[in-house]
C-alpha cells in the first residue's frame, strides 16, 4: 500500500515540537523554555514524529544490512574498521531519545484520550525498534531505559528477554487496533486501515520467529498458527513501507539515495558489483528497476580501453581470492564497486550506475545511456520497504528447507520471486520519462523464474546458495533482514569476497555507539565485533 509523504505532517511536527518563548526573566531556568511540555503536546504531531523517526531508523541500518550482504557497496576493507563506535551514535539518539521517548509521551496521552488507534502504532514501532536494536547490537538497555532521572545509567538487558517483550508488545498492539479507536490525523503507513496493522503486527511477528529458528531448536509454534490464520501480509498490496515525495527542499521529502545520486554533479554513490553481476548474469527482470546505466560500456570491458582516471581497477588484474568472482566493472555498461573497494573518488559522478526507479524513485533503464542529474526520473518518489509478502515467501521457505522439504522451499521461494517482480515492475510507471517498451516481458518474466528454479535443484548446497541470493534481491532497499539471514544461516557461501585478501573476522554485532558506552557507567564497550547476538549460530563461514 502505497501512502504519501504528506508534506502538512512535517509542517505539523515542526510546530508541535518548538514552542517559542518571547521572554523570560527567570535566569535560574528548570525547564527549557522553548521545549513542549508534556501537557501541551499532541498526540497526533508525536506520532507524526515517531513515524518519521522510524522511517529514518530502519533507512539507515538496512543501509548498514545491505553492505554486509552485498546488495550495497561497502566501503573499508577490514571488518573491525570499517563502522566505528561513532557510526551509530544517530541510529542510538533515534532510538532511546527520539522514538523511545516520544512514545512514552505519546502513549500517556492516548491512554487519556482512548487513542487505541495510536496506541497500536507506539507499541508497534517500538517493537521494531527495540528488536532491530537487538538484531545489530545484542543486548541493549530496555527495562531501565527511558526512565529519565530514576536511572541516568541504564544496564543492558538480554535480546532474548527483550524478544519476548517484544512479541508481548505486539499482542498488545493488535489488541488496540482491534478496540477500534480513531484514526490519527496522519498514518504514513496504511492511511487510516487498522486491520492492515494486525498484518504488519502479525507479519513482525512471523520474522521474529524466523530470526530465532536456530537459537529455539526449530520454528515457533507460533510461526505456524499466525500462517494458519491468513492474517499477515500476504500480498504486494499489504507490504509495509514508507513512500516519499518530490519535494527537494523545505522540506526534502524524497528517497535519501535518490537525493544522493541525482544531482548536479552527478551519482554520489556506488552500485554493489556483487548484486549486479548476479542479477545481469540470471537476466533478472528486476535488474532495470534497480540500476540505471549512465553509460553503455564500463572501462575494461566488452573489449574497451581501460582507464586510469575514472576507473584506476581497469588497469589491474583481479587478485588471487578473486578467482571466478566479478572484478572491477561488469559488461553492458554496469559501473559499481567491488565489496571493500576503499579507494578515492574520481571523476565518474556521470558515468557510475545510479540507483532506479526501485525503490529510490530513480530512473527506469530504458538502454538510453543518457547522464542525469536533479529531478530525473520519478523525482524521488520512492520508498522504503519494511515488511513485504515476499518476504514471508522466503521465512516460509527457509523453515521449509530447514526441516528438509526442498520442494515446499522451492514452491515458496518461487512465490515470493513472483511478489518481488510483481512489486517492483510497478515502479516503472513511476518514471515518465522512461521507455517502458524496453521493459521485460511476461516470457522473460517466465524464463527468469524457470531458470531461477533450475539453479536450485542443481545448487550443491541444497538449495541454501539460490534461496539466500533470490531473498537478497527482493530486500533491496533495506538490508537488515538479509543480515539477519546471513548469520543464522551461513548462506549464501558464495558471494564477492572482500577486496581485501585478510578482511578479519566477520561482524556478528556491532560497536555499541559512543554516546552510550563513554556516558554509562554500567556497560563497556565490546571486546571487538564477533560478539554473537543470542539468535546467532556462531556460522564460521561469513566472509
Not at 375 to 401: D, K, M, R, Y
Amino acid at each position: 500500500m502505497k501512502n504519501y509523504f504528506k508534506v502538512l505532517g512535517v509542517v505539523a511536527i515542526a510546530g508541535a515540537l518548538s514552542f517559542q518563548s518571547c521572554e523570560t526573566t527567570e535566569l535560574d531556568l528548570r525547564t527549557n523554555p522553548n521545549a513542549l511540555s508534556a501537557d501541551q503536546a499532541s498526540p497526533d504531531f508525536l506520532l507524526n514524529q515517531i513515524q518519521l523517526s522510524f522511517r529514518g531508523m530502519v533507512q539507515g541500518v538496512g543501509n548498514i544490512g545491505a553492505e554486509l550482504t552485498r546488495i550495497e557497496y561497502m566501503f573499508g576493507k577490514n571488518y573491525v574498521n570499517v563502522y566505528q563506535p561513532s557510526s551509530f551514535q544517530g541510529t542510538w539518539s533515534t532510538a532511546y531519545a527520539g522514538i523511545l521517548e516520544d512514545i512514552k509521551a505519546m502513549e500517556a496521552l492516548a491512554s487519556e484520550g482512548g487513542l487505541t488507534y495510536h496506541s497500536g502504532i507506539g507499541k508497534f514501532i517500538k517493537a521494531y525498534a527495540l528488536v532491530t536494536l537487538v538484531d545489530y547490537f545484542g543486548d541493549v538497555p530496555y527495562s531501565e531505559a527511558n526512565l529519565g532521572g530514576e536511572n541516568f545509567n541504564p544496564s543492558v538487558d538480554s535480546g532474548a528477554d527483550i524478544y519476548a517483550a517484544a512479541h508481548a508488545m505486539l499482542d498488545s498492539a493488535i489488541a488496540d487496533f482491534n478496540a477500534g479507536g480513531p484514526a490519527p490525523q496522519n498514518d504514513f503507513f496504511y492511511d487510516g486501515d487498522a486491520s492492515a496493522w494486525v498484518k504488519a503486527a502479525n507479519t513482525l511477528k512471523l520474522k521474529m520467529y524466523a530470526t530465532t529458528r536456530v537459537h529455539d531448536g526449530g520454528i515457533d509454534s507460533g510461526f505456524g498458527s499466525i500462517i494458519a490464520s491468513g492474517n499477515y501480509i500476504s500480498s504486494v498490496a499489504d507490504d509495509m513501507q514508507f513512500t516519499y515525495g518530490t519535494n527537494q527542499v523545505q522540506p526534502d521529502t524524497r528517497h535519501p539515495a535518490y537525493s544522493a545520486d541525482y544531482t548536479v554533479s552527478g551519482g554520489g554513490n556506488y552500485r554493489s558489483i556483487s548484486l549486479m553481476s548476479y542479477m545481469d548474469n540470471n537476466d533478472d527482470p528486476r535488474t532495470r528497476y534497480f540500476f540505471y546505466r549512465q553509460n553503455a560500456v564500463t572501462p575494461g570491458q566488452d573489449g574497451s580501453d581501460p582507464a586510469l582516471e575514472t576507473l584506476q581497477c581497469s588497469l589491474q588484474t583481479a587478485p588471487a581470492h578473486y578467482d571466478g568472482y566479478p572484478f572491477c566493472g561488469l559488461p553492458n555498461g554496469f559501473w559499481g564497486r567491488d565489496h571493500g573497494n576503499d579507494e578515492g573518488i574520481p571523476p565518474d559522478g556521470f558515468l557510475r550506475t545510479l540507483v532506479g526507479v526501485y525503490p529510490a524513485g530513480g530512473a527506469f533503464d530504458d538502454s538510453r545511456f543518457d547522464p542525469l542529474g536533479l529531478g530525473a526520473g520519478a523525482g524521488g518518489n520512492g520508498i522504503t520497504p519494511i515488511l513485504l509478502s515476499s518476504s514471508v515467501h522466503f521465512w516460509q521457505a527457509e523453515v521449509a528447507l530447514a526441516s528438509g522439504d526442498a520442494a515446499t522451499a522451492k514452491t515458496h521461494m518461487l512465490a515470493g520471486l513472483a511478489d518481488s517482480v510483481e512489486k517492483v515492475m510497478a515502479f516503472g510507471a513511476l518514471d515518465s520519462t522512461g521507455d517502458l517498451s524496453a521493459a521485460p516481458s511476461a516470457d522473460d518474466v517466465s524464463l527468469h523464474a524457470s531458470s531461477i528454479e533450475a539453479a536450485f535443484d542443481a545448487d550443491p548446497t541444497g538449495g541454501w546458495n539460490v534461496l539466500g541470493q533470490e531473498f537478497f534481491v527482493s530486500l533491496y532497499g533495506n538490508g537488515n533482514d538479509a543480515y539477519n539471514f546471513y548469520r543464522r544461516t551461513g548462506y549464501p557461501n558464495n558471494l564477492q569476497p572482500n577486496l581485501e585478501p585478510d578482511p578479519g573476522a566477520f561482524i556478528r554485532s556491532m560497536w555499541y555507539p559512543s554516546n552510550f558506552v563513554n556516558t554509562n557507567s554500567s556497560v563497556n564497550q565490546k571486546p571487538d565485533v564477533t560478539q554473537t547476538v543470542f539468535w546467532d549460530n556462531g556460522s564460521t563461514s561469513l566472509y
